[in-house]
């Protein structure tokens, strides 16, 4: 015998009895059928572990019903669970037979004929070699084997014939390929397998669990499982699949509990075996939203209307009551249909089995009092209602309260940013307008004649945006020179036939309107043969260009850096672009109109003429000083790491001393090949140690040294440097 028991605390000792008939051998135990086996009401399969058992049984402990059904259950006696049934089927006691035939068909008969209950059929594809088999995991599964008894296929399983229990590693969703759905289904009543009301499905596009009565919804999980029993995340570890093949549903137990088995019941909650309810759709009544039940259209006589459902008895049965005798019918179909009927009070069950309806439209000789299967549905007391009432407000006002905190906080987060924002645009306005007033107050016509532009007094041009398109092809790829931090620099050529190097603001640039104002001020201001010329500018809206000079042999590292290129540079042009580079520094720091500090002094930023003559560039990080400074600090460190200063790396302090460090580093990537770990000459590139003079190798190797001291205070000067590089009497320390 076995039974179905979810929530009532009914049956006695005697039910274990019955109960543990799942564990009592009826003869040798076994776990699978093979051709020709067969399975009678007098044996059982069970599994592996001793978990789970499949055999015939009756539900209910009334032994006078002559019906039995394919059963499958936990095996423990202490256990009140039967997990699946071989779908509606009613047999007769001590005759119903489940056989695997020899060609592959496992179905259910009775040995007084009848139609057969087919469970898999294999008229299609015969086969002898298969085997049913009950797992630990409480699936029960046909299969079909190699010769070697290894698996070839999966040919049915009770997993994809959900009933009422949810177990570990089943599924809930959909198979696009075959077309099955999976999901459960309420028992009619705890004694009953026939499906009930509610059914429990999982919705793809919501990605959630949801509950239904009879299609309606009445209860949805949510995507991040919220409606369910705060501690089920904990407890269980879902398993969401989207594929193109299926879209389902599953979970595992964390603990690996012997209980952790899922139930719809027949009021529709989704429960734990002897455990917890996770799940509850018997409080939803179509007008809450609690707990993840859904609202749905309510009768216009219950419009507003919430009611408690209370227990108790009628002493006249007869009464003012109607009864309903359809076995179709379960308790829960009664509380809606007395929802529904606006003459309804009461209701129950009709039969002892918890089928039919019977219900009241008077409540007199009503007692209240416990009753299994009675209730009255009542309004709401006063006393209630106000409870419920402050509830809500309680709960209005805090979220009142925190809609106007989260408003008052989301309007300080925009006027913050809008102030930024027009400080910003502020800032930006007044820069260019410093731009252009600088560029009108140079502005003259005089020298270069370029087409409707302007220039000043030191060939410094203002180039119009149609020219700077004409000379750059439009900014065409095949013009572009290359890229650096302030931006794409193009080549181009005028039509007075000089040819130009544009370097246009990038959009994403690391620098911006400060530093090319920088560039702009510095450079028009400084005059001297180892410093690119600027030629112009060019403004168009946001667009802002600045045009030198064109550098024939690109930059220092395109030659320096390349194993190939590096022998075009002997040393007489090593020396010689050392010298000039130093020279051009010497002007900045003590002899130009404005003393200047570089910051960025690198291989990448000397620019090589047609001569081969040094010119150092990019001025846009330069700092301009007060003559009688002699150090600056700062907290925006710039430049390229290995050619700044220790002290300007570490402190953010720089000075001319941090230009001596920078040129110190690049005389010595000139002059040495830096991989070497070695002394002396054998520090010298190798591809110039035949055309120089050792003693003025060595020279430079000194001074580089000596420029790349850790402590600013014992570098020369760049007025030092240069009458070292120039005196034949400097003598190696």
């Known amino acids: 015998m076995a039974t179905k028991i979810h929530h009532l605390p009914m049956k006695s000792v005697f039910l274990l009895y019955f109960l543990c008939l799942w564990t009592s051998p009826h003869a040798a135990e076994r776990d699978s059928l093979k051709p020709g086996d067969t399975l009678n009401s007098s044996s059982s399969l069970v599994s592996a572990s001793r978990r789970f058992a499949l055999r015939f049984s009756q539900l209910g402990n009334d032994k006078s019903t002559n019906v039995n059904n394919l059963l499958l259950g936990i095996s423990d006696c202490a256990s009140e669970l039967i997990v699946w049934h071989a779908g509606n089927n009613n047999i007769a006691r001590n005759s119903s037979v489940l056989t695997l035939d020899n060609e592959g068909t496992l179905k259910v008969i009775t040995r007084q004929g009848g139609v057969p209950m087919v469970l898999y059929n294999s008229s299609t594809q015969p086969t002898n ?55 459960l289904a309420s028992w009619l009543a705890d004694y009953i397998p026939t499906p009930g009301p509610f059914s429990l499905e999982w919705d793809p596009k919501g990605r959630e669990l949801i509950i239904r009565r009879r299609g309606v919804i009445y209860w949805k999980s949510g995507y991040r499982f919220q409606n369910l029993l705060p501690d089920a995340t904990s407890i269980y570890e879902f398993k969401v699949v989207s594929n193109g093949e299926e879209e389902y549903f599953s979970f595992s137990d964390k603990n690996q509990s012997q209980q952790s088995e899922l139930i719809l019941t027949t009021t529709g909650q989704l429960k ?31 419009d507003g209307e919430e009611l408690d459902f209370s227990s108790g008895y009628f002493i006249k049965n007869e009464d003012h009551s109607t009864k309903i005798a359809n076995a179709s019918l379960s308790i829960s179909d009664c509380r809606a249909d007395c929802w529904n009927n606006c003459s309804c009070v009461a209701y129950s069950s009709l039969s002892d089995n918890a089928t039919g309806c019977q219900f009241w439209t008077e409540m007199s000789w009503f007692i209240p009092g416990y009753s299994r299967d009675l209730f009255v549905l009542k309004p709401k007391t006063s006393e209630s209602r106000s409870h419920d009432g402050t509830k809500n407000w309680r709960w209005i006002s805090i979220a009142i309260a925190d809609a106007v905190i989260v408003g008052f906080f989301c309007m300080l987060c925009y006027l913050l940013i809008r102030r930024k924002l027009v400080l910003r645009e502020k800032k930006k306005f007044e820069d260019e307008n410093e731009i252009l007033a600088l560029v009108r107050l140079n502005t003259s016509t005089n020298d270069i004649e370029i087409p409707n532009d302007g220039k000043n007094g ?130 900045l720091h003590k002899y130009s109109r404005l003393k200047v500090i570089h910051r960025d002094l690198k291989a990448s930023n000397i620019l090589l003429d047609k001569n081969m003559d040094p010119k150092i560039s990019d001025f846009g990080m330069a700092r301009i000083f007060n003559p009688h400074e002699s150090e600056e600090n700062t907290n925006r460190i710039v430049g390229t790491y290995g050619y700044m200063s220790p002290e300007y790396v570490t402190e953010g302090i720089f000075s001319t001393k941090s230009d001596v460090y920078s040129f110190g580093v690049l005389m010595l990537e000139i002059a040495c090949d830096l991989w070497q770990e070695v002394q002396g000459l054998e520090l010298v590139d190798p591809t110039i140690r035949g055309s120089c003079v050792n003693y003025t190798v060595l020279r430079c190797i000194h001074i580089g040294l000596l420029c790349t001291e850790i402590s600013a205070i014992n570098r020369p000067t760049m007025l030092d440097v240069l009458s070292m590089l120039t005196s034949e009497r400097f003598e190696s320390l």
């Open 129 to 183: 070699n298969t085997i049913a088999t009950l797992l630990d995991s409480g699936n029960f599964i046909l299969k079909e084997l190699h010769s070697n008894g290894s698996t070839m296929r999966l040919l049915w399983q009770s997993f994809d014939h959900p009933s009422d229990t949810f177990l570990p590693e089943m599924k809930l969703g959909v198979n696009h390929k075959t077309g099955k759905t999976w999901s």
């Open 272 to 302: 734990v075996i002897k455990g917890p309810i996770i799940a509850r759709a018997d409080i939803c009544y179509g007008y809450n939203t609690n707990g993840g039940c859904q609202k749905w259209r309510q009768p216009e006589c219950r």
């Open 458 to 587: 030191h060939d410094f041009n203002i180039i119009s945006y149609t020219s700077v398109i004409s000379a750059t092809n439009n900014f065409s790829l095949e013009k572009k020179l290359g890229e650096g931090g302030f931006g794409p620099v193009y080549k181009g050529k005028l039509p007075t036939g000089q040819k130009i190097a544009v370097k246009r603001l990038g959009r994403n640039s690391r620098q911006g309107i400060l530093e090319f104002k920088n560039e702009l001020i510095l450079i028009s201001k400084l005059q001297h043969m180892n410093l690119v010329k600027l030629i112009g500018c060019c403004i168009h809206g946001e667009d802002m260009m600045l045009i030198y000079e064109y550098m024939h042999n690109k930059s220092l590292d395109y030659f320096l850096f390349d194993s190939n290129r590096s022998k075009l540079l002997d040393w007489k042009k090593r020396f010689n672009i050392i010298e000039g580079i130093a020279q051009g520094l010497l002007y």
